[in-house]
T-cell receptor
Framework: NAGVMQNPRHLVRRRGQEARLRCSPMKGHSHVYWYRQLPEEGLKFMVYLQKENIIDESGMPKERFSAEFPKEGPSILRIQQVVRGDSAAYFC???????????FGPGTRLLVL | TQLLEQSPQFLSIQEGENLTVYCNSSSVFSSLQWYRQEPGEGPVLLVTVVTGGEVKKLKRLTFQFGDARKDSSLHITAAQPGDTGLYLCAGEPTGANSKLTFGKGITLSVRP
């Protein structure tokens, strides 16, 4: 997973606050994917973005969650009004082209108190 | 939803033993990946298989993709304590638009 950077690595929020998770893909990669890993669960797909476009957001909750991948800068996963159930590890992956191998970052561990 | 079932869920063996673990589905996948994840880290890609019946070797690890592209196995020869970790299989279902489906993983512990 060298190359995909995520920050912060750990994030603590109180219920009702906002959480912003950042992902910088590998150099040259324009496809970004976000996954969530709950305790004792496998990784679940949330959203797939290409520069300035959301390609597939079928795994993302309709409320409070949003994602963007601007022309310049990292991809952002934003969670508004966090609840305890949002506590999880959030992973970002990137690929060079659509359908090619995805390389994962180290994740952001979100804890909602 | 296409599910990937991994088995066994937990495995504890002695250093030097051989082992085989499985990743099964009732659905067809255009490709399948195996990742290894350490605690507190992200999944690290081990291999991608794309052709039914394909066998790939990575040192002491042998990966096989089923003929029908519905299942895969990972065989480790002469396991070492450094092999300890969570092994995840992930597949891209046909027509899934790059969306990976993950199994829950196999927790392997190799005792010295």
């Amino acid at each position: 997973n060298a190359g995909v950077m995520q920050n912060p690595r750990h994030l603590v929020r109180r219920r009702g606050q906002e959480a912003r998770l950042r992902c910088s893909p590998m150099k040259g990669h324009s496809h970004v994917y976000w996954y969530r890993q709950l305790p004792e669960e496998g990784l679940k797909f949330m959203v797939y973005l290409q520069k300035e476009n959301i390609i597939d957001e079928s795994g993302m909750p309709k409320e409070r969650f949003s994602a963007e991948f601007p022309k310049e800068g990292p991809s952002i996963l934003r969670i508004q009004q966090v609840v305890r159930g949002d506590s999880a590890a959030y992973f970002c992956a990137s690929s060079l082209l659509a359908g090619e191998t995805q390389y994962f970052g180290p994740g952001t561990r979100l804890l909602v108190l | 939803t296409q599910l990937l079932e991994q088995s066994p869920q937990f495995l504890s063996i002695q250093e030097g033993e051989n082992l085989t673990v499985y990743c099964n589905s009732s659905s067809v996948f255009s490709s399948l990946q195996w990742y290894r994840q350490e605690p507190g880290e992200g999944p690290v890609l081990l291999v991608t298989v794309v052709t039914g019946g394909e066998v790939k070797k990575l040192k002491r690890l042998t990966f096989q993709f089923g003929d029908a592209r519905k299942d895969s196995s990972l065989h480790i020869t002469a396991a070492q304590p450094g092999d300890t970790g969570l092994y995840l299989c992930a597949g891209e279902p046909t027509g899934a638009n790059s969306k990976l489906t993950f199994g829950k993983g196999i927790t392997l512990s190799v005792r010295p």
